[in-house]
């Protein structure tokens, strides 16, 4: 029910906008959350929105490049990551949740992944 695109390969300091699309059906999911996973390395959380209310959460270390929006019209959550780093080479995952106190969890949907490589 969640189908990610957009990844690809691009060189360090460029831009790409990632798409999670959600079926019609999420259950009672209200929130997004992305999350990658680099060769060999544990998954990592990157940020996540507020479907109903728009709030946005994002991991420090990723502020300020990442940015997690949402066209509700669409059923789509983008991230839009910016000034691209060899290190954000990665799988790139979408989750649909439960928002508890400002995060996003009890994840029911995952996506299948899109690839992002950064050379």
């Known amino acids: 029910q969640l189908v990610e695109s957009g990844g690809g390969s691009v060189q360090a300091g460029g831009s790409l906008r990632l798409s999670c699309a959600a079926s019609?059906?999420?259950?009672?999911?209200?929130?997004m959350d992305w999350f990658r996973q680099a060769p060999g390395k544990a998954r990592q959380e990157v940020a996540s929105i507020n479907i109903d209310g728009g709030s946005a959460y994002y991991v420090d270390p990723v502020e300020g490049r990442f940015t997690i929006s949402q066209d509700t019209a669409k059923r789509t959550v983008y991230l839009q990551i910016n000034s691209l780093k060899p290190e954000d080479t990665a799988m790139y995952y979408c989750?649909?949740?439960?928002?508890?106190?400002?995060?996003?969890?009890?994840?029911?949907?995952w996506g299948q992944g899109t690839q992002v490589t950064v050379s």
């Open positions: 019609e059906y999420i259950g009672s999911s209200n929130c």
């Open positions: 989750a649909a949740g439960r928002w508890y106190g400002g995060r996003c969890g009890e994840y029911s949907y």
